[in-house]
């Protein structure tokens, strides 16, 4: 099959991969109809991410049609629609039954390595190192999906597949970092980012009853997203003070609940920690830029709660844990519990409360997508978010 492949920093190409197999009778085989390129993916394209091996599938943002499943499938069928979730979760372990689906105990065949640098391993994730299991990923022409009674959600006639596509990852994502905020209605929410998970997160903010939502980018093209579509009010942090222009409309108080949506390659242009973090990065003293954690941290009001769907890799320098102790703020984050929220979810866009299609500005073949990781990693062209067709 022809998949887009991982070859290092900065190198990533279209080429032939192994076709998948069913290695398990709870195995099913998908052959991919959409992909996209999730802003996770930057972090493999830059190399920020350790464990990966010349060569992996890329890509966990991906839906399609059954074409073979396993002898213990009881749920699918050839010729199902199936949207699948980016983590991969068992259904049966103490963290699935619980619904804490990224935490599976038993879908990580390479736990021990994960262990190693967390204590304890996360599940395993399509296309995302083999620290997290070495599965290869669906920007490819099929994928082989693990535990497949327990992730894909069959999807009813009627939606198109832009429709659901990001039901796999970055809806879910954005909805469980506003739920995360736990707001009282009227709340004020400060995202920071306004790249995909930022606007679901706005997205969801107003869902949850938010009575203002702040936005916080430098990308016009992201920032007038979360205006029209998103209803927000926006900073543009190259011309404003982030922390002033907060205090200034929140009357001295600040935001109520936080949303850190950048993760770890934030760039916070200009500022002295900031340059510092990428000075670090680039010499392997540090594997994360938090610049935008640390600036959500000292802006929350206190009593506050600051939720991180933002991915960070490794250790962190220089967080001002003082003032988030002092200021007696609330942190909850994590990967998300995807099954958890795809069934609920297909119910509001189903029900026209929310219209993803709204997020995507290219659509191409799987073929350029060496061109567009770079377009999308560059914000050149008014790239917010890309879907691919194998």
């Not at 609940?257 to 242009?269: F, K, L, N, P, Q």
């Not at 998300?336 to 026209?352: A, D, F, M, N, V």
């Amino acid at each position: 099959m022809k998949a887009i492949c991982w070859h290092g920093h900065g190198d990533v190409r279209y080429e032939t991969a192994p076709d998948p197999k069913i290695e398990d009778p709870r195995d099913a085989i998908i052959r991919v109809t959409r992909t996209a390129i999730c802003g996770s993916d930057l972090h493999l394209l830059d190399g920020y991410m350790p464990t990966m091996k010349s060569g992996d599938v890329l890509g966990h943002e991906f839906m399609g049609e059954v074409v073979e499943t396993g002898a213990s499938v009881t749920k699918l069928k050839k010729g199902d629609r199936v949207i699948v979730p980016f983590n991969i979760a068992c259904g049966e372990c103490f963290f699935c039954k619980k619904t804490l689906f990224s935490l599976c105990d038993r879908s990580n065949r390479n736990a021990e390595l994960a262990a190693k640098v967390m204590g304890y391993s996360p599940s395993g994730l399509f296309g995302y190192s083999h620290m997290l299991g070495g599965f290869p990923g669906g920007q490819a022409e099929y994928v082989r999906v693990p535990y497949a009674d327990v992730g894909p959600l069959k999807i009813p006639e009627g939606l198109t597949e832009d429709q659901v596509l990001f039901l796999t990852d970055i809806f879910p994502t954005g909805y469980m970092a506003a739920e995360n905020c736990e707001m009282e209605k009227g709340d004020t929410v400060a995202v920071w980012g306004c790249g995909p998970v930022g606007q679901f997160a706005i997205q969801s903010a107003w869902m949850f009853g938010a009575g203002r939502v702040i936005a916080i980018d430098h990308v016009p093209e992201r920032l007038e997203l979360a205006r029209s579509w998103g209803k927000a009010e926006t900073i543009d942090f190259t011309k404003q003070d982030v922390y002033d222009t907060l205090n200034e409309l929140t009357k001295g108080r600040g935001p109520d609940r936080c949303i850190d949506s950048v993760g770890a390659e934030a760039h916070g242009t200009g500022s002295l920690d900031a340059v510092i973090d990428k000075a670090k990065a680039a010499v392997k003293l540090a594997t994360d830029r938090p610049h935008a954690l640390r600036q959500a941290i000292h802006c929350c009001r206190k009593g506050g709660t600051l939720s991180v769907p933002g991915v960070y890799i490794g250790f962190l320098d220089k967080i001002p844990f003082g003032s988030f102790v002092n200021k007696g703020l609330t942190m909850k984050t994590g990967q998300t519990h995807t099954h958890r929220y795809t069934r609920p979810l297909l119910e509001k866009i189903q029900s026209g409360a929310i219209d993803p299609t709204r997020l995507i500005t290219h659509r191409a073949k799987l073929s350029d997508a060496p061109a567009l990781y770079k377009k999308f990693r560059d914000k050149e062209d008014g790239c917010i978010k890309v879907v691919m067709s194998p």
